[in-house]
């Protein structure tokens, strides 16, 4: 008995998934030819055992027909089986200069099948963008800026898992400001750009441009979302950034707090706000954070949870090394030392954490929660959990020792994003270091993928003595630049720019009106205090993505610093009136 599972047709060829009686009850596919009066003059089948079977079936196809072959493999990821075959298979065909890779996923009976993106326009460039951080928007950006001929300008696609962007130098000021600032919407930001977004996971990555003669014209592979969209490339710019790395030790993956994205973000301050509630209605001991990592993104944390604490709470920093933020310029060091010197935090120098724990409940930590806390049910009443870490001595003639906190974050470690590449079996097709970095020309073209470009996190670029770049907000700022106009030059044949980093100083955040500022042009000098902390909110501004939101933020800090004096001000009245 055979059973028709589906039928696709295009420019006259049928794709048709059979299924055939039998002990092994295999899948089969049949490939055909019709003219326009439905005759047959080609047809051709194959019992599905392999992703080789079925390009063998296509190619000849193709070959033998001439077929149009953007049309043939677009159909062809579309195939749906009723049995259950292998639980994903590649389908690629190939015809002269010109080739083709799809993605063919076998459903059983009642489930959908992926639908392919759809381009505007499938004669212009088609530039597919994972990942919505520094490197990707700011890379939209910029080829929104340049100027293209009409056949020339490419379409833009912006694919990112979160439907804000989060410009992460600020969000450490979502544990004292306004969320908007730092995370507008990706829809708000290239509503005034040709550029298109969507909210969407990026499941698995097939690359065809590492083939022989890939073919100028020819698609440069494509990409499958969680949500099931196949979207067909001609260039791709990796920009997937890096997740915080919580597996490290046992219990820090389960008890830990990474700070690495809005949703962290929110998640830190919502634990506080419990927090401090809880010692405002019990008028329980201070409220004890423990911060795992003293590198600028651990030293930034302490100094903003220590100055929002105050009194109430002890911030305790551990760190492998002996100092914290050992690669920073020498002022910001000093000016960090003398910030947390001044508040309520202890530095646990030449330490690492062995494991964390959660302590047995006690009857004390139980926190009334009302009606107005969105994570709990009116009238419940919940238990703060409190965790035991051991540290381990990192140095010589330093004792292990157990700490107790109330919240533990942890800012040590980071994992790239990359995509998994599909087939799983076959060696993977993009070269990565061990960090799972992608491995980049000088103009930040993978190696071996000239229609792929990574920046950011997601990139494993040198500079000339052969040092990995840091992963910072101000190498993805400059890489954006420098693969926006890469792409231009590509598209228009033009020749590419080698990247060239020039560091320009580096900047920590301290509190609401501390920070530090060391220039890279002035060697030595470095800003701090309140003169530091408007240096580098006006640096900031200045690099917000687009001059809407760019006002925005401007008019609102301004209204903050001047609702801010008037208070201070009022208060020194008072007090002086008060003594008078």
């Known amino acids: 008995m055979e059973v028709t599972a589906q039928t696709q047709t295009v420019a006259g060829w049928s794709f048709h998934a059979l299924l055939r009686g039998s002990p092994l009850n295999r899948p089969r596919v049949a490939v055909q030819k019709t003219n326009r009066k439905g005759r047959t003059l080609y047809r051709s089948s194959l019992t599905v055992t392999s992703a080789g079977s079925l390009r063998s079936i296509i190619g000849s196809a ?38 083709m890779d799809r993605f063919v996923c076998y459903t059983s009976e009642g489930e959908t099948v992926q639908n392919s993106y759809r381009w505007p326009d499938n004669q212009k460039p ?40 989060v410009f992460k130098p600020l969000l450490y000021e979502l544990l004292s400001g306004d969320p908007w600032e730092i995370a507008p919407s990706f829809t708000e930001l290239l509503k005034s750009t040709s550029a298109h977004f969507i909210k969407d996971k990026v499941k698995l990555l097939r690359p065809s441009d590492h083939l022989d003669n890939p073919g100028k014209n020819g698609p440069g592979g494509t990409v499958l979302l969680e949500s099931g969209v196949l979207v067909e490339y001609d260039w791709l710019v990796l920009a997937l950034g890096a997740a915080a790395k919580l597996d490290v030790v046992p219990g820090s993956a389960e008890f830990a707090y990474p700070f690495s994205t809005l949703e962290d973000a929110i998640k830190v301050d919502d634990k506080l706000r419990m927090l401090e509630r809880e010692q405002f209605s019990k008028d329980s001991s201070t409220i004890s954070v423990a ?116 919240l533990v ?106 920070a530090a500022v060391s220039p890279s042009f002035i060697d030595g000098f470095t800003l701090d205090g309140p003169i530091g902390h408007t240096a580098r909110k006006l640096a900031y501004l200045w690099r917000l993505p687009t001059d809407e939101h760019r006002l925005k933020v401007g008019i609102s800090w301004l209204t903050k610093a001047a609702v801010d004096t008037v208070a201070s001000l009022q208060t020194t009245i008072a007090n002086a009136l008060s003594l008078s």
């Open 62 to 99: 193709g070959q033998r027909h001439k077929l149009n072959l953007r049309c043939l493999s677009g159909y062809a990821g579309k195939l749906a089986f009723f049995s259950p075959p292998p639980a994903s298979l590649f389908c690629s065909s190939s015809l002269g200069r010109t080739s």
């Open 126 to 165: 088609r530039i597919c963008i994972l990942g919505g951080g520094f490197g990707g928007l700011y890379t939209a950006l910029r080829l929104e800026s340049l100027v293209w001929t009409d056949d020339k300008k490419p379409q833009v696609l912006l694919v990112d898992q979160s439907d804000k962007f």
């Open 291 to 406: 911060i795992v990592g003293c590198g600028y993104s651990g030293v930034e944390l302490a100094a903003t949870i220590s100055e929002r604490l105050k009194g109430r709470g002890i911030v305790q920093a551990i760190n492998v090394e002996t100092s914290i933020c050992p690669t920073a310029p020498f002022g910001n060091r000093e000016a960090a030392l003398k910030v947390l010197s001044s508040r309520n935090t202890k530095l646990l120098l030449g330490y690492f954490v062995s494991s964390i724990i959660e302590a047995p409940p006690s009857k004390d930590s139980a926190v009334f929660i009302g009606a107005e806390q969105e994570i709990s049910v009116d009238n419940e009443v919940k238990t703060l959990s409190k965790y035991i870490l051991e540290l381990k001595p990192a140095q010589r003639g330093l004792q292990s020792q157990i700490l107790e906190a109330d």
């Open 409 to 514: 974050l942890w800012t040590v470690g980071s994992k790239p994003l990359v995509p998994e590449l599909e087939p799983s079996e076959q060696p993977r097709a993009l070269p990565l270091n061990g960090r799972g970095q992608a491995e980049t020309d000088e103009t930040l073209r993978v190696k071996g993928h000239p229609r792929i470009f990574a920046i950011g996190d997601s990139a494993a670029m040198r500079d000339s003595s052969g040092k990995l770049l840091p992963a910072t907000a101000q190498v993805a700022f400059q890489q954006a630049d420098f693969a926006g106009w890469n792409l231009w030059a590509a598209i228009n044949d033009r020749p590419l720019l080698p990247f060239r980093f020039q560091n320009l100083g580096e900047m920590m955040t301290l509190g609401r009106n501390d």
